[in-house]
């Protein structure tokens, strides 16, 4: 099935505000990098989490910060591999499957995890904790690193969480990388959404942004049965730093709530649109996505 979804002047974004009615929020899990600007990461994600009503834990995996003497590059510190299993242990312990917590925490955002050591980590910890919904924003290029360690980043992504995914969120670049595909329209890179599903099994939303032509910004899901095109009037023409972070943890929101995985890539782009359009400007050479834009 093929079908278009168009935004409307003020999207719709369900469960903004925490439920009421409801004992204990759904609990989920980011593993991801701190950006210290507060725009991207997992300062991103919680924020994001912290919007649309579920309860957010940062299990980090790196400390990135933008150098401005350096045309804005990242310089990027990784986290010691005990400190991250530490930090999953302690976060499994506590809401996981044997935890006895009334939310049981079984839905996790991988973001950057920037190094083939903590690939490794985080695999191991995913394939023991029998998480429900695996989102995966597949972080492939930090810039700024080594290409050789970008490059063995890259493969040991694709080949040990990729495979774990349930939802993979990838935005221009990454969709190339993933699928093999130039993407140049919205015919590419919907075919390249239909590859990256049949590679990962996973529900896919691909995001072509502000990176195709055209008045729109435009995403593409897949689940395999489904394809559904998104759509929203660009807001400029640069993008913008935390979109594919907040989309990425507003999927993962939802599906913690319980969507359908389209309802969740439906309820994402509407809430990163608004974001976008509310965003905040700062000294540095980019615009930061709002989470409280819906609001």
Same mark, same amino acid.
């Given at each position: ?11 719709? +974004? ?13 609990? +989920? ?14 300062? /991103?994600?919680?924020? @994001?989490?912290?919007?649309? $009503? ?6 980090? @995996? ?16 990784p986290i010691d &591999? &005990? ?12 809401? %996981?499957?044997?935890? %006895?917590? !009334?939310?049981?925490?079984? @839905? ?9 050591a903590t690939i490794?980590?985080?695999? =191991?910890?995913?394939? $023991? ?5 695996? *989102?995966?924003?597949? +972080?492939?290029?930090?810039?700024? &690193?080594? #290409?050789?360690? =970008?490059?063995? @980043? ?15 969120? #990838? ?20 075919? /390249? ?7 990962? %099994? ?12 055209? #008045?729109?910004?435009?995403? *593409?899901?897949?689940d395999g049965e ?9 807001? %400029? ?10 989309? =990425? /943890? ?8 319980? =969507?359908? !995985? ?31 834009? !819906?609001?």
């Amino acid at each position: 099935m093929t079908s278009n979804a168009t935004d409307s002047a003020t999207p719709a +974004v369900s469960g903004t505000a925490p439920d009421a009615a409801a004992a204990t929020p759904a609990v +989920v899990l980011t593993i991801a990098g701190s950006e210290a600007t507060g725009g991207a990461g997992a300062q /991103a994600d919680l924020k @994001t989490f912290q919007e649309l $009503g579920v309860f957010g834990i940062a299990n980090l @995996t790196c400390i990135v910060s933008f150098d401005p003497q350096d045309n804005w590059n990242h310089r990027f510190v990784p986290i010691d &591999q &005990q400190v991250i299993a530490d930090q999953l242990e302690a976060t499994t312990a506590a809401y %996981g499957a044997a935890s %006895g917590a !009334p939310s049981m925490l079984d @839905t996790v955002k991988i973001g950057m995890l920037g190094s083939p050591a903590t690939i490794s980590t985080v695999a =191991a910890a995913l394939a $023991g904790a029998a998480f429900r919904n695996v *989102v995966l924003d597949p +972080v492939l290029i930090c810039k700024g &690193q080594e #290409p050789g360690h =970008a490059l063995d @980043t890259d493969q040991a992504l694709k080949a040990q969480i990729l495979p774990l995914a349930t939802f993979v969120t #990838p935005n221009h670049f990454e969709a190339e990388s993933l699928s093999g595909l130039e993407i140049t329209d919205l015919e590419s890179l919907q075919a /390249a959404a239909v590859r990256i599903h049949e590679l990962s %099994g996973a529900a896919v939303l691909a995001k072509g942004g502000v990176r195709l032509a055209g #008045p729109d910004a435009v995403d *593409v899901y897949y689940d395999g049965e489904t394809l559904e095109v998104l759509s929203a009037p660009k807001v %400029g023409e640069v993008a913008v730093s935390g979109a594919g972070c907040s989309l =990425a /943890a507003a999927v993962t929101a939802e599906l913690a709530k319980g =969507a359908t !995985p389209l309802e969740a890539a439906r309820t994402a782009k509407a809430f990163v649109t608004a974001g976008i359009r509310n965003r905040v400007a700062s000294g540095a050479p980019f615009d930061a996505l709002w989470q409280g834009g !819906p609001r």
